[in-house]
């Protein structure tokens, strides 16, 4: 193992990466049952598909970018790891409570690291 500069952040991307070819496979796999090549085809499964894999692609980002700066500014390996944990937590209470009214549990799981680390910054860098 080389000695990488925020070795958990680039960890945390890298498997993202990794998990977009399952996770665009599982949408596709629905579109080509439904024969629908654009939006959803008014197919609710497919509409569930789409938006769990695109609300993990409007999360996974910001969560990224402000664990990397958290990281280079010197937030402990163990906080970066609870902070992925957490996340992957609310991704999966996503996933499982997608049809349920306590969906916002999932969603404030999922955020929670990125409002947490960036709070966390301010201070480091502020005060």
Do not use: C
């Not at 960890?11 to 993202?16: A, G, H």
């Not at 970018?65 to 937590?89: N, Q, S």
């Not at 209470?93 to 955020?111: G, I, P, W, Y």
């Amino acid at each position: 193992m080389t000695n990488t500069l925020l070795p958990v952040t680039f960890t945390f991307i890298s498997v993202l990466a990794i998990l977009m070819i399952p996770m665009t496979g599982w949408v596709g796999m629905q579109r080509a049952k439904v024969s629908t090549l654009r939006g959803d085809g008014g197919d609710p499964e497919l509409f569930k598909r789409i938006r769990i894999h695109g609300n993990l692609m409007e999360n996974a980002p910001l969560l990224a970018l402000v664990m990397g700066a958290a990281e280079y500014a010197g937030l402990g390996t163990g906080w970066l790891w609870l902070a992925v944990a957490t996340f992957v937590a609310g991704r999966l209470a996503h996933f499982a409570l997608f049809d349920s009214t306590k969906r916002a549990f999932a969603m404030l799981t999922t955020v929670l690291p990125s409002v947490a680390m960036g709070v966390w910054l301010l201070v480091r860098i502020w005060l």
